[in-house]
């Protein structure tokens, strides 16, 4: 099965600009998250999704940060505007239950200059 | 929030040594999961743990989950130079119908020849 894909893969942006990631989880997965990891520290929790559900968004750092998840597949994570503490690498994971098989895609790595 | 203390934070060793790496936390978790991230590439999951006291093995990779759900170790032996990487660990926390990983700060690993 294809895994968990995300777009772009890179990422560099001006400050003050808008950015969106995308996410596609695993075919019939209906959780789906949004983890980052910035300057080297560990990964940190953004927010989980039930299908178009918004389940837990207590990780977004902020309201320039805005995820959606439309028809309960893909999701979107828009940074607007991006500041330079933005920067990192952004993760979405999906899983079929809430207690296991959770799968990473390979992350879009933002650059805010 | 909750936090995962995972040491060591890296580890120089010569291949074909044991390697041993562990998380413990102040709250109880749902699950344990540990991952290894390569360059450039997102959490691969290697082994999840459901129960406490649970012991599973991946080839060479042991995980247990502590019998008090706030911790769980990592054993790998006869290390070899693709095991290369950073190891994280996971707690799942699984509240209502919301869920989330609270990641460790990773174990660097480097195998010598």
């Known amino acids: 099965e294809a895994g968990v894909t995300q777009f772009p893969s890179h990422s560099v942006i001006e400050k003050g600009q808008t950015v969106t990631l995308r996410c596609d989880p695993i075919?019939?997965?209906?959780?789906l998250y949004w983890y980052r990891r910035v300057m080297g520290k560990e990964i940190k929790f953004l927010l989980h999704?039930?299908?178009?559900?918004?389940?837990?968004e207590s990780g977004m750092p902020n309201n320039r940060f805005l995820a959606e998840r439309t028809g309960g597949t893909y999701s979107t994570l828009k940074v607007q505007p991006a500041e330079l503490e933005d920067s990192g690498v952004y993760f979405c994971?999906?899983?079929?239950?809430?207690?296991?098989?959770?799968?990473f895609g390979s992350g879009t790595r933002l650059t805010v200059v | 929030g909750q936090q995962l203390n995972q040491s060591p934070q890296s580890m120089f060793i010569q291949e074909g040594e044991d390697v041993s790496m562990n998380c413990t936390s102040s709250?109880?978790?749902?699950?344990w999961l540990w991952y290894k991230q390569e360059p450039g590439e997102g959490p691969v999951l290697l082994i999840a743990?459901?129960?406490?006291?649970e012991l599973t093995s991946n080839g060479r990779l042991t995980a247990q989950f502590g019998i008090t759900r706030k911790d769980s170790f990592l054993n790998i032996s006869a290390s070899i130079p693709s095991d290369v990487g950073i190891y994280f660990c996971?707690?799942?926390?699984?509240?209502?119908?919301?869920?989330?990983?609270?990641f460790g700060t990773g174990t660097r690993l480097q195998v010598t020849l």
């Open positions: 743990l459901y129960k406490a006291g």
């Open positions: 999704f039930v299908k178009e559900s918004k389940q837990d």
């Open positions: 709250s109880i978790f749902n699950t």
């Open positions: 996971a707690g799942v926390l699984v509240t209502g119908t919301a869920s989330k990983l609270t």
């Open positions: 075919s019939g997965h209906d959780n």
């Open positions: 994971a999906s899983s079929l239950r809430q207690t296991y098989g959770y799968t």
